[in-house]
């Protein structure tokens, strides 16, 4: 199975120690983390440990990705699922530098992994999650034709659970 995917703007490729920095930088920004839940590492030696640690790879076939502009090279952020066992389910997520809000990369990058998820990895449902406050989460999430599930709190915070079927048509 290839290690990376292409849309017509964007590579998305297994994490590699080289995108630390990257990641480092992305996860730095409070507004970038501000609907996560996540804290940001202390160093791009916690993130290259992270990186170093990931095994979902290994043990699920699939994980998050690294994206990069397919023009420049340059690393973005990242979208990919990700197996939760204890739930039983897979589930998509993104996170891209602040300065590329609004160019439509979260949602290229996200079909392209719903269409791997189901094409590549044989599965038949797939979820995501999103603050009650991150519009714009709510909002790339409708464009892919997710559909709302449930909500649910988690530390606090309201949030929503959308889902998609392999059956149904990918927006």
Known sequence: MSSEFE??????AKFSLADAPGFYALNLDPEVLRYTGDV???SIAEAEEFIRNYKNYQRDG??????????????IGFCGLNYRLALDEVDLGFR???????????????????????????????VTRAMRE??????VIQKLGMRFEKDFVEDGAVWYQYEILKSERIE
């Open 62 to 75: 699939f994980g998050r990705w690294s994206v990069f502009l397919k023009d420049t090279g340059e690393y």
């Open 7 to 12: 849309t017509q703007r964007l590579r998305l």
């Open 40 to 42: 940001p590492f202390g």
């Open 134 to 139: 991150n519009l714009a989460s709510h909002r």
């Open 96 to 126: 891209f530098l602040r300065r590329v809000w609004g160019n439509g990369y979260a949602t290229e990058a996200a079909r392209l992994c719903l269409l791997r998820g189901f094409q590549n990895y044989g599965l038949e449902r797939i």
